[in-house]
T-cell receptor, first 113, second 110 residues
């Protein structure tokens, strides 16, 4: 099992550019989520999904879109990047709605200039 | 508005000491309280978790104490080792959403 994988590991964008952060898991987990981690702020939930075709907003969803067409993949889209979106992004998954171990990916460090 | 308040921000202890990290919350809908450990450049990893119907849970050198009436919970690390040096996050779950504390950077001096 590869667990939770994220690509790319690092990314630099200019303001206004769009991009997709990729997340995949091979554990057949129902629940997947995206967090951003900023210094002094901890991790904040952006969007989550409880299964293929089902997504919902978390604490800080503005500026981000998600979709879940398969159980394995949960991409995060930035439609028009802003400097405020400079952060480290983590994808996580768990078997059932976070009631057991939530496995985190290695993270994507995004800088928006 | 931080739903889970964590303290201290940083902590330095000698090897063998017992660092204690505290978290507090107000939302009584929280029903699951995990602690995560994060090393530099890595994603967080679940360390130990507790439900509000239990006052204490121990796994190896890690213990969670939970005070439902005070809406507080804490992590104790027994016989701390230099390898425990990491950032620790508490979290709380309501429905399908997790809320994290701001993190505690722990340094264990040999």
């Amino acid at each position: 099992n590869a667990g939770v994988t994220q690509t790319p590991k690092f990314q630099v964008l200019k303001t206004g550019q769009s991009m997709t952060l990729q997340c995949a898991q091979d554990m057949n987990h129902e629940y997947m989520s995206w967090y951003r981690q900023d210094p002094g702020m901890g991790l904040r939930l952006i969007h989550y999904s409880v299964g293929a075709g089902i997504t919902d907003q978390g604490e800080v969803p503005n500026g981000y879109n998600v979709s879940r067409s398969t159980t394995e993949d949960f991409p995060l889209r930035l439609l028009s990047a802003a400097p405020s979106q400079t952060s480290v992004y983590f994808c996580a998954s768990s078997y059932s709605r976070g009631l057991d171990t939530q496995y985190f990916g290695p993270g994507t460090r995004l800088t928006v200039l | 508005q931080q739903q889970v308040k964590q303290s201290p921000q940083s902590l330095i202890v000698q090897k063998g000491g017992i660092p204690i990290i505290n978290c507090a919350y107000e939302n009584t809908a929280f029903d699951y309280f995990p602690w995560y450990q994060q090393f530099p450049g890595k994603g967080p990893a679940l360390l130990i978790a507790i439900r509000p119907d239990v006052s204490e849970k121990k796994e190896g050198r890690f213990t969670i104490s939970f005070n439902k009436s005070a809406k507080q919970f804490s992590l104790h690390i027994m016989d701390s080792q230099p390898g425990d040096s990491a950032t620790y996050f508490c979290a709380a779950k309501s429905g399908n959403q997790f809320y994290f504390g701001t993190g505690t950077s722990l340094t264990v001096i040999p």
